[in-house]
């Protein structure tokens, strides 16, 4: 079912490279018109999932990747919408097209949750680090985007991202709330999740359970993203790291996000397969 949202997200990211090179009005409107639609229709599948197992689904890589699709759509709709700046559009639609691509790849038949995540707190977890992957996903394109704005400035060639782009100052703030909303909902997520890890481990047969530990690379990988975006906020506030450096600092912490999101996910947990 994860196919039937990747044509209108690819549709959509052809528009909003074409209204990026050409700023075109009406080519900017269907472009959100058709990303709208793309986020309906995954809303559609989602609902359809959650009434067919009787829970959200959540539960395997495919599925979390396919919720982070959807959150990330919706999140970056309602910035749109808000701002009434279109031009982050061509570079967060792609990676939903990917990734979207990724998890309808590897599709398969939604089965019933594995008794152990018959639990409040699964779902409130696994939210939180949506949430929280939406915000940094939103703040390492924004963060791309000053770097070649910045670029551009430098050279005093001035034209293709100054006449396309909000200004440094603005992209700089976009980055730091991005950031700042991202680590409150990661730090909530980790929180949850080693509330209900103790809760479930002195009882627990299941060998997944018993997986889960700072060792296992799912676990460590995402304590580590959670240490570059502490650093970042720090560093922002502390000694004076905004701008350039903030931006980098982003993309490092997303390209983190997307690694135990998709190989880790896939390949290298022995606690987070359910």
């Known amino acids: 079912m994860n196919l039937f949202p990747l044509l209108p997200y690819t549709v959509a990211g052809i528009a909003y490279g074409i209204h990026f090179c050409r700023r075109s009005l009406q080519i ?35 599925a979390v990747i396919s919720a982070f699709v959807w959150l990330l759509a919706v999140a970056y709709l309602y910035t749109e919408v808000t701002t009434d700046e279109r031009a982050m559009g061509v570079f967060i639609v792609p990676l939903l097209v ?26 409130v977890h696994v939210l939180s680090l949506l949430f929280a992957y939406a915000g940094f996903a939103l703040a390492c394109v924004v963060g791309i985007t000053y770097v070649l704005l910045f670029r551009e400035l430098k050279s005093k060639q001035l034209g293709f991202f100054a006449e396309r782009l ?3 100052q603005v992209l700089d703030k976009m980055n730091g709330r991005a950031v700042g909303v991202g680590w409150l909902f990661l730090t909530a997520g980790l929180v949850v999740g080693a ?7 002195p009882d627990s047969v299941d060998p997944r359970v018993r997986a889960m530990s700072f060792f296992d ?11 570059v975006y502490s650093f970042e906020l720090y560093a922002r506030r502390s000694i004076g790291w905004s701008g350039k450096r903030a931006a980098w600092l982003s993309a490092l912490g997303f390209s983190i996000v997307l690694l135990n999101l998709v190989p880790v996910g896939y390949f290298l947990t022995e606690s987070h397969n359910f």
């Not at 559609?44 to 689904?57: E, K, N, R, S, Y």
């Not at 990917?98 to 779902?123: M, N």
């Not at 509330?195 to 481990?201: E, S």
Request: negative net charge; hydrophobic residues 55%; glycine residues 8%.
């Open 217 to 227: 690379p799912k676990i460590s990988v995402v304590l580590l993203s959670w240490g």
């Open 28 to 62: 900017g409107r269907l472009a959100t018109t058709t990303l709208a639609a793309a986020a309906l229709i995954h809303t559609f599948v989602i609902g359809m999932q959650t009434v067919q197992v009787g829970h959200l689904p959540f539960a395997g890589t495919e």
């Open 166 to 168: 909000p200004s440094l």
């Open 195 to 201: 509330v209900w890890l103790f809760q479930l481990q």
């Open 98 to 123: 990917v990734l979207q691509g990724v998890s309808a790849l590897g599709d398969r038949v939604i089965e019933p949750a594995a008794p152990v995540l018959d639990s409040p707190w699964f779902a």
